[in-house]
């Protein structure tokens, strides 16, 4: 159901309606104040009775209801004008105590709280004038999502139905503002309010762990504001057909990725083990782990997870045990009933003999319970497990697993991954289609050129915005190659730690790891992967025409006005 948006248009006109009953009580006991000072007799003056006129009486009781005091003026007042005073003095202590407790009631109220913040974060909307993307979800994938775009330099706008996730986000040090606001994300009002329609927004993240939510961003997104690309997060085969037929960009099922994975490790370890290395975090080393033997293997727990896994090893011919509290026979797998925690449910599906097993239920405690006794009863054991909350992170640490698989992080590594490099995207499509060999032959390669650390990978189109310098020469008909380009602008003798992974092209040529010989074209788009600094100097190489007329010729241009009109003139002499 969902959640209506609070509109409140002028947070001033709200008060005004909160106080209303103690702002009118004020107003009546300062007029009765001010009209009884006027009407009740003051001392003699030269035999005739003196009165206080209404500015008088209304300056009097403006200072006095305000305890500020300034004595009797105009002059002494009569013992009638005393006595009316002292009522007007506890009729306005009357009138402010009811008004004060309104005021504090009206402070902690959830509505006006809400109001002002909503006030806040349209107003930090509406001026964001860099590229924004809007993200809906602050869980556990949220988090690493914000995180890596502060680390890109890029902003973000955050949409999140629980208030507790909105506290945690402001603690968070992050480098640049994260405007954020707690509502239902699948509300379209709530969408335009967060910038969907903003000039500046070039993408919407869905990662909140309602499915119906997600697709509700992704219908949202198509209608409302049809160029700006979706990213959304489904967890149903349902959800992602449902999506895809909206036109959704990319589609993220965090199960059915690990399962492509699952299977491709099994058909082909060299091309998950490139995979791995290209979509790993950046600087974090990838252990050479053991590949998923062939063999028996036993499923505990046959939800979105487990029927996701079933099915990869049904896809390699592997012959599965199903563990479940609620079997279903399906004539084609074996089932036992039970949860697997005991080792008694472990040995009569086997475990002794198998090869691999996969704790999948969507419970932490219920799968480090299988995984130790699954260890205990057979040493050699493959054990695949999952974990569902990144709260629990350090006892999954201590369990000496051969996979650990984190929802979340599946998630928000391809994410990052699309969003920092679009390009990867159709290259990981391609390695896809190779054989094994050359998966290997890929992996040896850029390993031993650049190591076991996961590289950064970056993309730069070659045109005159990105890469003026190298585009110029391109235009004046000049042929550079890559590997003419690749040299290091402190010493052009030595080659980059970077290496060009695909080159996509305007004609739709595109080169998969292109030669060194490969010559350059305006419009091309290079996917490099390497050291930052490597790739740092790439972005100075093209930009830069002295950088780039030195890694090319080896000649160091004069640098300045007056030194390139004297180097010219000599030139030409």
Not at 538 to 563: M, Q
Request: net charge negative.
């Amino acid at each position: 159901m969902q959640q209506a948006l609070a509109r409140h248009h002028s947070i001033f006109l709200l008060i005004l309606r909160r106080l209303r009953a103690p702002l009118i009580l004020l107003i009546v006991l300062f007029s009765i104040s001010v009209l009884g000072l006027t009407l009740v007799p003051g001392p003699e003056v030269d035999g005739q009775t003196s009165y206080l006129s209404f500015f008088h009486a209304f300056y009097f009781i403006s200072y006095t209801a305000t305890t500020i005091g300034f004595g009797e003026i105009p002059y002494t007042f009569s013992d009638q004008q005393r006595l009316w005073v002292m009522v007007s003095i506890y009729l306005s202590v009357i009138g402010w105590a009811y008004t004060l407790g309104s005021v504090f009631n009206l402070l902690a109220d959830r509505s006006l709280r809400q109001a002002i913040a909503m006030h806040t974060f349209l107003r930090s909307v509406r001026r964001l004038r860099e590229p924004f993307y809007l993200v809906c979800g602050y869980g556990e994938t949220g988090r690493l999502i914000c995180d890596a775009l502060d680390r890109m330099g890029t902003r973000a706008v955050v949409i999140e139905v629980d208030e507790n996730k909105i506290g945690e986000l402001d603690l968070h040090s992050y480098a640049m503002d994260v405007p954020a606001i707690c509502a239902d994300a699948s509300n379209p009002e709530t969408l335009k309010f967060a910038g969907l329609t903003h000039p500046s927004c070039i993408g919407v993240i869905a990662l909140t762990n309602d499915d119906a939510t997600n697709l509700a961003v992704a219908i949202a997104a198509r209608l409302l504001a049809p160029r700006v690309p979706a990213l959304c997060r489904a967890e149903r085969n349902a959800t992602s057909a449902n999506m895809a037929s909206f036109g959704t960009r990319h589609i993220i099922n965090p199960f059915e990725r690990f399962s492509e994975t699952l299977a491709l490790s099994l058909h082909a370890p060299k091309a998950s083990q490139l995979f791995g290395w290209l979509t790993g975090i950046p600087g974090n080393r990838v252990e050479q782990r053991r590949d998923p033997p062939r063999g028996n293997w036993i499923v505990c727990g046959h939800g979105r997870f487990g029927r996701f896994l079933v099915d990869a090893m049904d896809s390699e011919a592997l012959p599965v045990t199903i563990i479940d509290i609620d079997p279903k026979p399906d004539g084609i797998h074996r089932w036992v009933q039970g949860d697997g925690t005991g080792a008694d449910s472990l040995r009569e599906a086997g475990v002794e003999q198998a090869t691999g097993i996969v704790c999948a239920t969507s419970s932490d405690v219920d799968n480090l319970s299988i995984a130790v006794t699954a260890r205990e009863l057979n040493k050699e054991l493959f054990i695949i497990l999952r974990q569902n909350h990144e709260s629990n992170r350090a006892l999954f640490e201590a369990f000496d697993s051969d996979i650990t698989v984190v929802p979340s992080r599946v998630i928000a590594h391809e994410c990052i991954a699309i969003l920092s490099t679009p390009l990867l995207v159709p290259f990981l499509d391609e390695v896809r289609r190779r054989d094994e060999d050359w998966c290997g032959m890929q992996i040896e390669r850029l390993t031993a050129r650049l190591g076991w650390k996961v590289p950064e990978i970056r993309s730069e189109r070659i045109n005159l915005s990105r890469a003026p310098a190298l585009y110029r020469r391109l235009m004046r008909g000049e042929t550079i190659t890559l590997g003419m380009l690749l040299r290091s602008p402190s010493d052009r003798a030595e080659g980059l730690e970077c290496e060009v992974l695909y080159l996509d092209r305007d004609d739709d040529n595109h080169v998969l790891t292109p030669e060194p010989d490969t010559a350059i074209r305006a419009g091309d788009e290079l996917l490099l992967a390497g050291r930052r600094s490597a790739l740092e100097d790439v972005g100075l190489i093209i930009a830069n025409e002295h950088t780039l007329e030195y890694v090319l010729t080896g000649r160091d241009l004069p640098g300045g006005r007056v030194w390139e009109f004297l180097a010219a003139r000599k030139a030409t002499r």
